[in-house]
């Protein structure tokens, strides 16, 4: 008697008879699989990609950077010693905050952050006593 539905025992089946039973892998699966593994790295790279309103993974690095730079140059300047000025990077962009005896040592200020290497605009928020 004759078995419906399986598939090797009988002549011109489609299931090869050197693999073993268990190991035949269909296309189906493979295309499901390669989709999935796609999507999973997509999604991964997306992640670690910037917005407008936030940045990514080494804009932020390079932020870490930036800041401390500017931090450094800025209060190394005679004049701006006893300033009390604070800085922000974001994505490049440095903000100076922060009170300032005159109009000369916001320029300053400004131009030294304009120095750094990595800044690309500075915004002036610095007010005089």
């Known amino acids: 008697m004759r078995r419906r539905g399986s598939f090797g025992d009988q002549p011109g089946s489609l299931k ?4 073993p039973k268990g190991i035949l892998i269909t296309t189906a699966f493979m295309r499901r699989t390669t989709a999935i593994a796609l999507f999973i790295g997509t999604a991964a790279l997306a992640a670690c990609a910037s917005t407008a309103h936030t940045e990514g993974t080494g804009e932020y690095v390079d932020d870490t950077v930036i800041t401390p730079k500017v ?13 009390e000025i604070k800085v922000e990077a974001f994505k490049g962009e440095v903000q ?3 009170f300032v005896k005159s109009q000369a040592d916001i320029d300053q200020a400004t131009a030294l952050a304009r120095n750094v290497e990595g800044v690309k605009s500075v915004a002036n928020d610095m007010q005089l006593k």
């Open 16 to 19: 090869s008879p050197s693999i």
């Open 71 to 83: 931090k450094t140059a800025v209060p190394n300047a005679p004049s701006l010693k006893s300033a």
């Open 96 to 98: 100076l905050s922060g």
